[in-house]
């Protein structure tokens, strides 16, 4: 039996039921999937100061996991389109870590071009960002953001279902992309949904994560005990405190 640990850095328990309806759709049943929810900050991560928030609760949530004894991962995805301390975690855990947007990206890019349609204006200059650190900043040619956030659009599926449907269509049409990565946790299942009204295959981030988990867990080995955060540091919580390499008091 594998075993995924999905880290919800958002605080909302709906998001992370949400998540593991999907994921457990999308894992072999010789998976067992775990999911984590933030313990801090933002109920859904809509701006910059959430972002920088979620990362680190994104690396509590993994510490807490390891301290609270829960059964050692094959692989740990971050279930958050923009992947919140994706970096800082694949650096400190020995299991592999991945997250919504890279495996997004990684699938959408072997189509060739491709754009993202997402919820939340202030998520374009995040995603770029990502884009480019990872190495698509070139593969990714156009972003489109809806005023709504993810969470207002699964507040409201129907409504959602036509805007995301007519957004995504006219980014395959005026851009010349072989895809489209429908990306956000809150808008998990809803690629399925509008995949008929688009010329170019929609990606559900969700499942992309799902999958590329799944090929990171059966590639490589288990987190070792050992995992550690490197360097010396004051005032975390205890989870992460008792996983420095050198703690100060």
């Known amino acids: 039996m594998r075993h995924l640990l999905v880290i919800n850095p958002n605080t909302s328990d709906s998001?992370?039921?949400?998540?593991?309806t999907h994921i457990l759709q999308a894992s072999g049943?010789?998976?067992?999937v775990h999911m984590a929810t933030a313990r801090f900050g933002a109920r859904y991560i809509s701006s910059e100061a959430s972002y920088a928030v979620a990362a680190h609760a994104t690396l509590d949530?993994?510490?807490?996991?390891?301290?609270?004894?829960?059964?050692?991962?094959?692989a740990v995805l971050i279930g958050c389109f923009g992947d919140p301390g994706l970096l800082a975690l694949r650096e400190c855990s020995a299991a592999p870590v991945t997250g919504l947007a890279e495996a997004a990206f990684l699938e959408a890019a072997q189509h060739g071009r491709f754009a993202?349609?997402?919820g939340g204006v202030a998520w374009k200059p995040m995603l770029q960002r990502l884009a480019y650190s990872l190495g698509y900043g070139d593969t990714l040619?156009?972003?489109h953001t809806v005023e709504a956030t993810g969470a207002e659009l699964a507040a409201d599926p129907v409504a959602a279902r036509a805007l995301l449907a007519t957004a995504c269509r006219t980014v395959a049409e005026q851009h010349d992309v072989q895809a489209v990565i429908l990306g956000g946790a809150g808008l998990a299942g809803m690629a399925a949904l509008i995949q008929s009204e688009v010329r170019v295959p929609v990606i559900d981030s969700v499942l992309a994560g799902a999958r590329q988990a799944q090929i990171c867990g059966n590639a490589a080995n288990?987190?070792?005990a050992d995992a550690r955060l490197p360097g010396a540091w004051l005032g975390l919580s205890p989870a992460l405190?008792?996983?420095t390499s050198v703690a100060t008091v």
């Open 15 to 20: 998001v992370t039921a949400l998540l593991r």
């Open 29 to 32: 049943p010789d998976v067992a």
């Open 61 to 74: 949530a993994w510490a807490a996991w390891i301290a609270d004894g829960g059964p050692t991962p094959d």
């Open 116 to 118: 993202v349609v997402t």
């Open 141 to 143: 040619v156009h972003i």
């Open 222 to 224: 288990s987190m070792s």
């Open 241 to 243: 405190m008792a996983l």
